[in-house]
């Protein structure tokens, strides 16, 4: 990846957004906030801006990028929704859910975001500053998190600055984001399927669609295999420092990420501390988790601590990238 490029920072707005179109089409890559997390954004019927998105983040080119599109019409101009597909479309959009779905017959989707699948994994954005982008550039783009691949993603725009600066075009800021973790998935293809938990709960799909949603193979969740979405690589949203799970006390040498008032034994002797959340909130928790993560990673512990949290809600998502933050790499 050749870096280099004059990475302009610009205040969100009109002129802003107008920019970020002018940017999209020209082939550039640009950084905006959506209500999860910054997202770094290409034409997604562009190969050459897809393939150069690749190398900035140094993702893995068999792991898929959403489209993300202003709104339901255009939305089913790459997708064909079924529905239940639909249903789920027209209860949470705009907002932090993306669906995947067939493509349309002439889907203008490039095959390199697709990574050859038959699929195309779609999101309607709930934030302002990207609804405003996708309006002004007029078509779908792609958008993965705004970080090198494999980093934790970024809940500010200093966070994609640190990463990508010099490898992107431009980065637009919209200040902090509000939900923190990424959209959940769900694929549309037979019965729905959970293969992403996120920023919207099973509980709430599960309600709207009068059915338990059904759970992706084991095979799925390897680093071996072509995920069937993105964000479903094993070894993911990774920092720097060793993550040890479910801890009960705090090592020499080791920050403790938090949840909840519990004080554990060895907090004294912590290189750090962040608490996702005093009040054990888990939407408090998921907004404060990559830019936390971050934080810790930054002092350079010799691991990093993490106290239980819930599986329920938004906890689900929350663990779901603590366990691939902590795989072995």
């Known amino acids: 990846m050749k870096t280099g490029l004059k990475t302009l920072i610009l205040p969100a707005g009109h002129a802003a957004a107008e920019a970020a179109a002018r940017r999209l089409a020209a082939g550039g890559l640009v950084a ?3 209500e999860t997390v910054y997202g770094l954004g290409a034409d997604a019927a562009n190969a050459t801006a897809i393939a150069h998105l690749y190398a900035a983040k140094g993702r893995p080119a068999f792991n898929p990028l959403i489209a993300h599109v202003a709104e339901l019409a255009a939305a089913q101009a790459i997708g064909r929704f079924d529905d239940r597909a639909l249903r789920l479309a027209e209860a949470f959009w705009p907002g932090p859910l993306t669906l995947v779905v067939p493509k349309t017959e002439g889907c203008p989707v490039a095959d390199l975001a697709t990574a050859g699948l038959d699929t195309v994994a779609i999101r309607v954005p709930a934030h302002p500053v990207a609804q405003a982008i996708l309006r002004a550039f007029g078509g779908a783009v792609v958008a993965p998190s705004a970080n090198i691949s494999g980093h934790v993603s970024p809940t500010l725009a200093s966070h994609v600055e640190s990463d990508l600066a010099g490898r992107i075009d431009l980065i637009v800021d919209g200040g902090p ?7 959940t998935i769900v694929g549309c293809l037979n019965a729905p399927m959970l293969l992403r ?4 709960s099973r509980e709430r799909i599960e309600a709207v669609l009068g059915a338990a949603l059904v759970r992706p193979p084991a095979e799925a969740d390897s680093d071996d295999s072509q995920p069937l979405a993105p964000g479903m690589l094993a070894s993911h949203y990774a920092p720097r420092a060793h993550v040890r799970l479910d801890a009960h006390d705090v090592a020499p040498g080791e920050a403790l990420l938090a949840f909840g008032p519990a004080r554990l034994p060895g907090l004294d002797a912590a290189t750090a501390v962040m608490n996702l959340s005093l009040a054990a909130d888990l939407d408090e928790a998921a907004a404060n988790l990559f830019g936390y993560l971050r934080a810790l990673d930054a002092k350079r512990p010799r691991a990093i601590a993490v106290m239980a949290i819930p599986e329920e809600g938004l906890g689900e ?4 990238r603590l366990r691939r933050a902590a795989v072995a790499r």
Not at 197 to 200: F, H, R, V, Y
């Open 32 to 34: 905006f906030p959506t």
């Open 317 to 320: 998502a929350i663990n779901d």
């Open 177 to 183: 984001v509000e939900v923190g973790v990424e959209s």
């Open 197 to 200: 938990p996120g920023g919207l």
